[in-house]
């Protein structure tokens, strides 16, 4: 028989083969780029109208199934299922805990999302997420794709993903870690975790379970990834979302404990949300808990709201705007706010690197949005290195000896205007084509020396030919042009020639 709702715990003990069920899902074209185009999603956790997506799916055919059962969270008739995925070993993936059965019916007990080339297990959620348990296993969120495109990929041997949840972190980071931690303090995320750690086949995870630093105990690894509980609330109702700790304590906690755990030149990734008094002070508490870690940092900010606006989207979320209790939780975060005298929230994520015994920068950049951060690895593995440099330079003008490689993963775009009958250009516009989405307005003589910007070339010497291209003497240009450069490189536009 099926079992109703209760909350679904692989048996990890009972041998299956996940490579197996991962080939039948991939032969099928349960992609996540197919599953977008069925939803008409651009991201995996966008919501959807089951009931549309339901009727699109409803002739019988291999991936159609697969969306129905692991999608849907529909069941489908056993001798459908049979005939038409024979792959599928419903027996072994009954008692492993996947499905369940009934009445000559098969039904999933979790979601399968694909995500690139993993596939990943999480709870489905109930049509009211007012009504999730405490301990629901998140699937891959806009959180969980920020984070992904925000860690920093060097090949390293040990690597810690905090609040692991399902592991989509761990997973990622085991392509290039040698070894990955992943801690969680719910013990069924962990359960999910392995069981997903099986499905994609990874190896050398190690799985603990335990609040912040604790399960890592005396270990320092050299990249620290962590999408922690960081909403801001007086609640303690899922744990995915809420610390136990007040204001943003865990932010704190986090981002101040990764001194300790960090190797020398180890980065650590996190995601969080802070609070502060005014529009113009965000960057400073979450950099003073930088403070003693021996950490360069890097503070990015994506939104900063009003504490109602942020309660109301939270709230909005996770309560639903029309459920009856949703004033009176409105009015409950907002006197918390009053209490602790919380006037801005804002939400984004830091990098920091571990360099000890010299002087540490930190810098911070507020940016429009995170959605469509893609990856950054390199992006800001140049930022560092720039950042790096100009923490040398006794003064601007040492830049002039300096050679650099202008990124390709950058496009300028013309725009035109008509004047006198023919189109001339007005404005020229340089932004990222992939990353953390710099962009800034440029001049015709500052696009051709990035244009120039070959590795081999000197800045002093680029300026010097586009001086006598322009018929003046380099002196006049170059300060204007180290101003707008330097700018340009701690964009991530040029690269530095060692
Ligand atoms: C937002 S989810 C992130 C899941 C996953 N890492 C991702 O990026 O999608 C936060 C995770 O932190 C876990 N968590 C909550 N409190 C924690 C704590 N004090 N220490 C460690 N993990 C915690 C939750 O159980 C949850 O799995």
Redesign the pocket.
Known sequence: MMQGCKATVFDLERAWDGAKLKAVAAEAGYTDKALAKTLAITCPHEQQDIEVVFRRVRINNPYNILVRLFRLGRAVPQSELQKILPGLDLETLTAVGLLQHGDGQIRSTVKLTPFYDLLLASDFEPPARREMPADH??G??A??VT?AGLTVRRPVETAL??????G??AFLAARHSQRVLG????ER?LNFARFNARLNDIEGLEWRQG??YEPADKQRFDLIVS???YVISPESRF???D?HLPGDQ?SEQVIRGTGRYLNEGGFACILFNWHHRSEDDWATRPLSWVGESSCDSWLLRFSCEEPLAYAAEWLGDYEGKDSPDYGRHLDEWMSYYQDMRIERISAGAIIMRRRKGQRNWSRFDAIETARGIGSSSDQIERIFAIEDLLETLAEERELLDFRFHFDEHHRLEHRLTVEDGRWVVCEEHLHASEGIPFAGKVDMYIAQLLAGCDGRRSLRELIAEGAQRAGTDPETMIPAFLKVIRKLMRSGFLRLVK
């Open positions: 296993v998140l891959v969120g959180a969980s984070l993903d905090l609040g692991a949840g399902a989509i972190q801690t969680d303090t719910n995320a609040s912040l999408n922690p509980p744990v995915f979302r610390a865990i």
